[in-house]
C-alpha cells in the first residue's frame, strides 16, 4: 500500500505545525478556553470522522430547510398582522381593493405586493416547508431501508419521527395563517374533524377557537403555535438528534476496512465542514430559486375566508393528503347510541388512522428486535435486499400511503382522466387495504431472488457475456471472479437466525412465561428470516472456487490460449492482447 | 486515531463482537488514489481559478440583488414578469445564484483541493463502563441516602402531592380559552318568517324569478340587516359565526321530481326547496350542482347530496342527510322560512344524539 508521494502537491503534505508566538487568534481563542474550556471537546470533535455517501446527505436536506425556514419566517413576522379583525383592503393589488378581509390576510397580501421581496420570501417559506418534510421523510425512509434505525439508534429514530409528526403540524399552522378562503377551509374542516371526538369534541373545539366556529382567535393562536410553540420543540428536538448523532457516530456501509468497531470517512475539519457548509448554501440558494420562480400558494387568487364560499379543487398541502385521502373514500358510518352520536366517518380516518400510523412507525425498531432478539450494537448498514421482510414491510406502508394520498386526489383524478370518481373511490376502498398485501409479497420475493443474484455472483462469478463452444459443441456463458473488494462487500453481512420458541423452554421442559407471545415472535421469526438467503460460509466459498478451477483446467485442455473472456469485460483495455493465443 | 489509511496495516477479523464472520478475510483499506489535483500543480492553480471565480461571480449577483431591489418596482405590476412580478423573479434569481455559487465554489474547493484522505476513528459502545455505572449508583444512593427520601415517607408523599397538584393551575387556566357549548350549536339565525335573501347583495327573493332548475346561494336577512343608525345589526364575529352555520342553498325543481318526507310536505313551494350549505361531513360549503339529477357535490370530500329527495346522502363519507330549511311565501311573494332548521346544522358531535 506504498503510494509515491513525492509529487504530492504542498495542499495535502505541508510543513508540521511549528509554535510560534499567539497572535491575535490565538490570544482571543486563550481568552475564550480560559472561561469556557473547550478546548478539550474541540480537540476531539474538530477532526471527527463522518463516512461519505450519498443517502447520508437527505437529512442534511431537512436540517439545512429548516434553517431557511427560520430566517425566511423572521423576515414574514415583521410584516404578518396575526389577527381577525376587519378591515377594508386598500393595498396595491387592484382586484381585491375595497374587499372587507381579516388583518391576517390584509398583512398577507401587503407582503405579497407592497413589501419588496415578501412574495420572495413568502414563496421560499412555503417551498422550503415543502422540502423540509419531504427531505425528512425520504432521510426516514433511507435510514429505515438500512436498518440504521437498530441499536444504539432507536431513540434517534423516535426523535426523528416526532420531528416529522412535528413538521406536519408546523406546516399545517403554517398555511393556514394567511387567513385566504383555501387556508379557511382547512381550518372548517380540521372544526369537523375535532368535533367528531367522542365527548371533548365540542369542547375542544370551542375552546381552540374561543367560541363557536370561526370566532377570532384561531388565527392569533395558531400564529403562536407556529412561529413559538413548534419551533421551539423542533429546535430542541433537532439538536438532541444531532448530538446523537456525534455521539453514535454515523453508521457506514460496509467494505473493506470498514468495519463495526470502526468509522471511517473525511474530518469534520476541514472537508465535511466545507461539504456541509456548502451544502447549506445550495439548499439556500435552490429553496430562493424556487421562491423567486415557481409559484406557490396565490392567496390573492383565492380571496379572504368566508364560511359560505369555497373553491372547488380544495385540497392541503400534500404531506396532508392522505389523511385527507381516507377522509374522502371512508364510507358514511354514524352510530347513534345512549342519546350520543359517534361520526365513524370522521373519526376513523382523521384521528385514529393518523395516530394509529404514526405509532407503528415509531415502533418499528423495537417490534424487529423483539422478533429478532437481537441485543447487539450496529453500526454497518444493511442493503434492502438484505433484510427483505423489512425492506417488504415499508413499501408496504409506503404502497398504503401512495394509494391513500391518490385518494386524496380523486376529483383530480377523475377530472384529468375523464373518470368516475364513484368508481375511483371504490376502487380505492379495497385497493388501500390489498394494494399494501400485494406489494409486500412482491418485494420480499424480488429482494430474496437479489440475494440469489449476489450469491450467484459470489461463488459462481458474474456473467461476462461471452459465450464459449466447447469442443463437443456445447454453449455455455463464461463466468468470472469478482474482484476481492466486491465479495468482501457481498460476504460481510450478519447470518439471520430465526426464533424457535421450543427452544426457550426451560430444563424442565415447561414453558416458559408468555408462551403465547414467544409462539407469535416465532412465527413472526419464520416469515421474517426463514427465506432469506444467508451469506455463503468460508468453506463455501472455497469449494465454489475449487469447482471453478477445475472447469477452468478442463476448458484450458481444450482451448489451449484462447481468450479467457477478461478481454470482454469492459474492465480491462484490450490494446496489445492477443485474442486467438500463439500458434 | 486519526492516521492516514495507507499507514495502516488491513484490520483483520478476529471474532467481531457481533459475532459476524465474513467467509471472505478483510482486504483493509484500499490504497488511497491521488487526484489530479494533488499530483499537477497546474490542475490544482486551476481548480483555485474556478473556486475562486465562484465566489466572486456571486458578489456580481449580490450587486445585482442591489440593483434590482431598488430598480424593480412591486405592486400592481405584478404580472409583468412571468406572472407574478419582476421584483420577485429577479430578486429571488440573483440571491440564488449568489447563494449557490457560494456552495459550489467550497464544495468545489473541498473536493478538489482539500485533503481527501479518508481517515479511520474506532467506535466505543454508547453503554458506559461499569465502573462508571457503579460510581453513579454509589453517588445516587448516598445521595438519596443523605435526602432521607426513603426514610421520611410523609415529606416525600406530601411533596409528591403537591407538585402533582400543581398540574391543577395549569390546566384549570386554560378553561377561559373558550365558553363552553351550551346549545349554541343546535340553533342559528333563521326566525320564523325571516327573509331569504340572495348571497352578497341581499335583495330578496321572489318566487316567480326563480326557473326550474335555478340554484341560488342565499342567506337570511339578518345577515344584511341595519339598524335605525345604519351600522349593520351583525358585525365581526358575530357575523362570520352568523354566516357559517345559516348559509343556504335554494333550488327549483319539477315539483313532481320531488319525494316529499313525511312531514315535510309544506317546506316547498312550488318546487323550491332550501338546504343547508354547510357539509354534514366536516362542514364545507357545498356548491357543485349537477343539474340533470339535483344531485348536490362538496367539493372537500364529495359527498354528494340528493336535494329531490330530503337531501340524503347518495355517496360520499357523509352520515346525515343535509337539514332542510321549512319554507314560505310572504304576502309580496318573496321567500322566507317558516321556522330555524330542526336539526342542527353542520358536522356531527357527540352530545347531538
Known sequence: MSVDTSKVADSNAGEPATPKKPGKAGAVANWADERLGLAGLAKKNLRKVFPDHWSFMLGEIALWSFVVLLLSGVFLTLWYTPSMGEVEYQGSYNPLRGVAMSEAYASSLKLSFDVRGGLLMRQMHHWAALIFIASMMIHLLRVYFTGAFRKPRELNWVIGCLLLLLGTLEGFTGYSLPDDLLSGTGIRAADGFMKSMPVVGTYMSFFLFGGEFPGESIIPRLYTVHVLLIPGILLALIAAHMLLLVYHKHTQWPGPGRTEENVVGFPMLPVYAAKAGGFFFIVFGVSSIMGGLLSINPIWKFGPYDPTKVTAGSQPDWYMGWPDGALRIMPGWESHFLGVTLSWNVFLPIIVLPGLMFTILLLLPFIESWISGDKRDHHLLERPRNAPTRTAVMVALMTFYGLMWAAGGNDIIAIKLHLSINQITYFMRGAVFIGPVIAFMITRRWCISLQRHDEDKLLHGYETGIIMRSAEGGYSERHLPISETSAYTLTARERNEVYSPNAATDSNGLDEKGGRLDGLRGRLSTLMYADNVQPPTAAEVEAAHHHADDAHELQASLEGHAADGHQFDGHHSVDGENLRGDH | ?353
Not at chain 2, 412580478?85 to 473541498?110: D, E, R
Not at chain 2, 345589526?233 to 320531488?258: F, N, T
Not at chain 2, 337531501?311 to 342527510?321: D, H, I
Open chain 2, 1 to 353: 486515531m486519526s492516521d492516514a489509511h495507507d499507514d495502516m496495516t488491513p484490520v483483520k477479523t478476529e471474532v467481531p463482537a457481533t459475532g459476524n464472520v465474513p467467509a471472505i478475510p478483510d482486504p483493509g483499506l484500499p490504497p488511497h488514489l491521488w487526484r489530479p489535483t494533488d499530483v499537477d500543480e497546474g490542475l490544482a492553480k486551476r481548480a483555485e481559478r474556478q473556486v475562486a471565480a465562484m465566489f466572486m461571480l456571486s458578489s456580481v449577483f449580490v450587486l445585482l440583488f442591489m440593483v434590482s431591489y431598488f430598480a424593480l418596482k412591486v405592486g400592481d405590476n405584478h404580472t409583468t414578469f412571468a406572472g407574478f412580478g419582476a421584483s420577485t423573479v429577479a430578486l429571488g434569481f440573483t440571491l440564488g445564484m449568489a447563494l449557490l455559487l457560494i456552495g459550489v465554489g467550497i464544495i468545489q474547493w473541498a473536493r478538489k483541493l482539500m485533503g481527501d484522505h479518508e481517515i479511520v476513528e474506532m467506535r466505543h459502545p454508547a453503554r458506559s463502563s461499569d465502573e462508571d455505572r457503579e460510581g453513579t449508583l454509589e453517588a445516587l444512593s448516598l445521595g438519596l441516602e443523605e435526602s432521607g427520601i426513603g426514610r421520611r415517607p410523609l415529606v416525600r408523599n406530601s411533596l409528591l402531592g403537591a407538585v402533582g397538584l400543581l398540574g391543577l393551575p395549569a390546566v384549570v387556566m386554560l378553561r377561559d380559552l373558550g365558553p363552553l357549548p351550551g346549545d349554541k350549536l343546535y340553533s342559528t339565525v333563521w326566525k320564523p318568517r325571516m327573509r331569504v335573501v340572495r348571497d352578497v347583495v341581499g335583495t330578496p327573493i321572489n318566487v316567480a324569478d326563480i326557473e326550474i332548475g335555478d340554484l341560488v346561494n342565499a342567506e337570511p336577512e339578518i345577515i344584511f340587516a341595519v339598524d335605525e343608525e345604519g351600522d349593520h345589526v351583525l358585525e365581526g364575529v358575530e357575523l362570520q359565526v352568523a354566516k357559517s352555520k345559516a348559509a343556504v342553498i335554494l333550488l327549483r325543481m319539477d315539483p313532481s321530481d320531488i319525494t316529499v318526507a313525511k312531514g315535510r310536505e309544506n317546506w316547498s313551494i312550488d318546487g323550491i326547496v332550501c338546504y343547508s350549505k354547510i357539509c354534514t361531513h366536516v362542514g364545507c360549503p357545498i356548491s357543485l350542482n349537477e343539474r340533470k339529477t339535483h344531485h348536490l357535490l362538496c367539493p372537500c370530500h364529495q359527498s354528494t347530496f340528493d336535494l329531490a329527495d330530503s337531501g340524503k346522502v347518495v355517496f360520499g363519507p357523509a352520515a346525515r342527510s343535509l337539514p332542510q330549511l321549512p319554507l314560505m311565501v310572504d304576502e309580496e311573494g318573496f321567500l322566507m322560512a317558516q321556522s330555524d332548521f330542526t336539526e342542527p346544522v353542520g358536522p356531527s358531535f357527540w352530545e347531538r344524539g
